[in-house]
């Protein structure tokens, strides 16, 4: 550790990046051992990059701070205090985006039942209310190609990512860049939401009613001004510490 500031800063991103695994169980949002939660790391001394990622065959549930897996970009293991290593092949796509996109400390990846059905139709998410408003012409696409992550699948989601934080990967699932780990945790919640509620709206057979483009982009303005004072100037995050709030009820081992 380079000094006491980088250990309380390594000893944050532990505890929020296994608040985030349980969190996601806790909302039904995870896929038995699969897909993960990764975190970026300061450099190490040598300008090493360094990720956290969940032990390889736990559940979102057993996660905790204590035993997550310090990997390079590469997957290797660094630091494996559990001693089950990772899916490196897993963290294949989460390296690609972490060595493009500096700005992602963490990225969230899901196959929820409702984000892999808004993946699989040609519309996407439409503007239907306030959660799915705030991804308004915010959402990549990445075509799916099979399971097998390739390099050159790798450099096509890095480009079909673009500068966006949200990204359908087509007929699969969703993939989500935070600044931090609490932004990616929110989003992902929101975008649960979103589409859980475009399946039931459009399910009912009636007609909806889609905001118009200017509501919408107004709508997602407002959202990344709030996101942008927790992110960029340090405002408070009432939601995130409700949320660990919520966790020393329903999950108090995540500190562990
Ligand atoms: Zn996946």
Redesign the pocket.
Known sequence: MPDGAGTDTITRLRRDLAAAYRLIAHWGMD?SI??HISVRMPDGPEGEKRFLLNPYGLRFDEVTAANLVTIDEAGAVIDDPYGAGVNAA?FT?HSAVHMARHDAVCVL?T?TVAGVALSSVKEGLLPLNQWSAQFFDRIAFHDYEGIALNLEERARIVEDLGEKRVMF?RN??TLILGRSVAEAVKLALNLERSCKAQVAALGMGLTPVVLSDAVAEHTARQYESAYDKTEEQGAPDPEWDAFLRQLETVAPGYRG
Request: glycine share 20%.
């Open positions: 896929d699969y897909t897993g796509i990846h196959h990967l699969h699932g």
